[in-house]
Structure formats: C-alpha cells, structure tokens
C-alpha cells in the first residue's frame, strides 16, 4: 500500500504544484521518488513529530495541500494536541498518512501496533478517516483526498498487501464498496483485513451460508445507508477490523442502536486491554479472532450454523 501511495501522490503533485510532503525521518526506499522529483516541496522534519503536524499546519495556512507520513502511531498518538488545535480546528488542508496500520508491525510490539487509531481520529472535528482494504483503494482514496477540503487520515498496511479488487470500483468518500452480495450475513470489513473476509465468504458458501462483503474504506464519514440496507435485509451483519474498540464496529453499533431492524450484529476487533504480545501479522489475527477461522466461526453462530470443526467433530461421533 505504502508504495502505491506514493507512486500515486507522486501522479498528484505533477499536476498539483500546492502538494508537499512531510516526514519524521522515515520512508527510506519509499520516500525518496517524492524528494528527488520535487526537493523544494519535500521535507524530513526529524524525529519531531510534533514539529511536522505544526509545520504542516503553516503551509497549509499558507494554500499548501499537506500529506504528512510517518510509521502507525508516532503521527497520531505523539502529536494528538497539535492535530487538534492546529490543523481540525483550522479545517486544514493535512493529510495524515499513518504506514503500519494495525498489527503490521506485529514483531515490534504494542509501541508499534496502531489499533486505537482509527477511534481517536473519528471523533476529531472535521476528519475525514480512509482505511483502504488494498492498493486498488489506496490509489482511489490518495486521489479523492487530493480533491477533499479539510483534515484527513489515511491508514495504509506496510508492504505486500495483496490486491483484492480485480478492477477498480466506484469510489468515494463517505461510501462503501460492495465486493460480494450475499443473503443471509453481511460481512463489513475496513482496511486490510478485506482479503480475510473473501475468503471466509467462500468457505461460508461451502456450508451454505449466503455471505455479502462491504469494504469500508471510509469510516468518517460512515456510509450509514449500507448498514440500514444490511441491517433490513440480512439476519446478521458482522463487522471486521485489525483494530481495538472504537472504530468500525462501534460506529456501525451506533447506526444499529438508531435502527428499526433485527439483524444480529457482532463485532470482531482487538480487545480492549493492551495486546501484550508480540509476533508475526498472521500470528496475532489468528491468537485475536480476527482471522478468516474467526470469521467463519462468527458467521455461523449468528446464524445458529455449527462451524466446520464442530460439524467434522459431530461427523466424527456418529461413525
């Protein structure tokens, strides 16, 4: 995802001599396209990322279109006041760009794993929050931010996301983007765990099953018209994030809590303690429930379905 960014922000800023870019020393081997095109508009501001968010700010006080990029949490959690005063407050023309979302930096630990991110930047004023699925929709979502007025935050994977979309879809902010149709549950899923919840789709169809999937790349705003849709006309809508509480499933809960439907809803994310763990991407969907083995697990119970392994344990019993 990382790298479709940039190669697409690079797209931009031929035609768009307003865009810069920030960095908190980082980005090498990624960045460095960006800096040698255009070194009058690129700027590594040092571990300070404090200093990036307020620099930002100034040259987009000054008609600048700001895409700011650093690793997970150092440009939320660090510089959380100054996005808040500075930039949501001015309706600034910032882009946050965080690389790493969820467990990406799995090995790194709880200092490096942005799960609380997509909760903190929802509830700021005037933000926009993008969390592509793949590079199909990080492509689309760096273009519609280049259009947007106003604060935004992109969430991006790390590195060899797979591509999900086999061609691009109808994008746009505030929309959500239907990858299957289904009748019996609605699978929503935002950022990178799309690919997770195809393939729980398919074996869902194996024990009969009728699975819809929505990408949800956009959380701020939330496209509440697809969840009242799925909401009337399934039995159950599930809702999938590599991310602690407070981010797509809460916000599809308080669609749900307002709405006149009796649709099961359940809600996979991180727990809300600290994961105190550290480990491969993989590892940690699977130890967490956010794994396509979880999804299928969560799928069938709404719909009072046994799982695989409970139905190979019956198979089991009975010969």
Same mark, same amino acid.
């Given at each position: 995802?990382?790298?479709?960014?940039?190669?697409t922000?690079?797209?931009?800023?031929?035609?768009?001599?307003?865009?810069?870019?920030?960095?908190g020393?980082?980005?090498?081997?990624?960045?460095?396209?960006?800096?040698?095109?255009?070194?009058d508009?690129?700027?590594?501001?040092?571990?300070? *990322?404090?200093?990036?968010?307020g620099?930002?700010?100034?040259?987009a006080?000054?008609?600048?279109?700001?895409f700011?990029?650093?690793?997970?949490?150092?440009?939320?959690?660090?510089?959380? *006041?100054?996005?808040?005063?500075?930039?949501?407050?001015?309706?600034?023309?910032?882009r946050?760009?965080?690389?790493?979302?969820?467990?990406?930096?799995?090995?790194?630990?709880?200092?490096?794993?942005g799960?609380?991110d997509?909760?903190?930047?929802?509830?700021?004023?005037?933000?926009?929050?993008?969390?592509?699925?793949?590079?199909?929709?990080?492509?689309?979502?760096?273009?519609a931010?280049?259009?947007?007025?106003?604060?935004a935050?992109?969430?991006?994977?790390?590195?060899? *996301?797979p591509?999900?979309?086999?061609?691009?879809?109808?994008f746009?902010?505030?929309?959500?983007?239907?990858?299957r149709?289904?009748?019996d549950?609605?699978?929503?899923?935002?950022?990178?765990?799309? *690919?997770?919840?195809v393939?729980a789709?398919?074996?869902?169809?194996e024990?009969?099953?009728?699975?819809?999937?929505?990408?949800?790349?956009?959380?701020?705003?939330?496209?509440?018209?697809?969840?009242?849709?799925?909401?009337q006309?399934m039995?159950?809508?599930?809702?999938v994030e590599?991310?602690?509480?407070?981010?797509?499933?809460?916000?599809v809960?308080?669609?749900?809590?307002?709405?006149?439907a009796?649709?099961?809803?359940?809600?996979?994310?991180?727990?809300?303690?600290?994961?105190?763990?550290?480990g491969?991407?993989?590892?940690?969907?699977?130890?967490?429930?956010?794994?396509?083995?979880?999804?299928?697990?969560?799928?069938?119970?709404?719909?009072?379905?046994?799982?695989?392994?409970?139905?190979?344990?019956?198979?089991?019993?009975?010969?």
């Open positions: 995802m990382r790298t479709t960014f940039i190669q922000l690079l797209e931009l800023a031929e035609q768009d001599n307003e865009i810069w870019l920030l960095c020393d980082l980005g090498y081997s990624v960045l460095e396209p960006f800096a040698a095109r255009f070194p508009r690129y700027l590594n501001v040092g571990v300070a *990322e404090q200093n990036m968010i620099v930002a700010a100034g040259l006080l000054s008609g600048k279109q700001v700011c990029y650093s690793i997970a949490n150092f440009p939320i959690m660090r510089c959380l *006041e100054q996005i808040r005063n500075d930039v949501c407050y001015h309706r600034l023309n910032v946050i760009v965080a690389v790493g979302g969820g467990l990406a930096y799995g090995a790194a630990g709880y200092t490096h794993h799960v609380e997509l909760a903190v930047m929802r509830v700021m004023p005037y933000m926009t929050v993008l969390a592509p699925a793949d590079p199909v929709e990080t492509r689309l979502a760096t273009q931010l280049a259009q947007q007025q106003g604060p935050y992109l969430r991006l994977g790390k590195a060899r *996301e591509v999900v979309h086999t061609t691009a879809p109808e746009a902010i505030g929309k959500a983007i239907r990858v149709t289904g009748t549950v609605c699978i929503i899923s935002t950022g990178a765990m799309l *690919e997770s919840c393939q789709c398919d074996r869902l169809a024990r009969g099953v009728s699975a819809a999937v929505l990408s949800m790349p956009c959380l701020q705003p939330l496209d509440v018209a697809a969840v009242h849709h799925a909401a006309t039995r159950a809508i599930i809702t590599e991310h602690g509480i407070g981010g797509l499933g809460t916000a809960a308080e669609v749900l809590a307002a709405t006149p009796h649709a099961r809803f359940r809600a996979l994310h991180l727990p809300a303690i600290p994961v105190q763990v550290a491969s991407q993989t590892t940690l969907r699977a130890n967490f429930g956010i794994d396509v083995k979880g999804i299928v697990h969560a799928a069938c119970a709404s719909v009072d379905i046994p799982p695989p392994e409970a139905h190979l344990a019956e198979l089991s019993s009975n010969s």
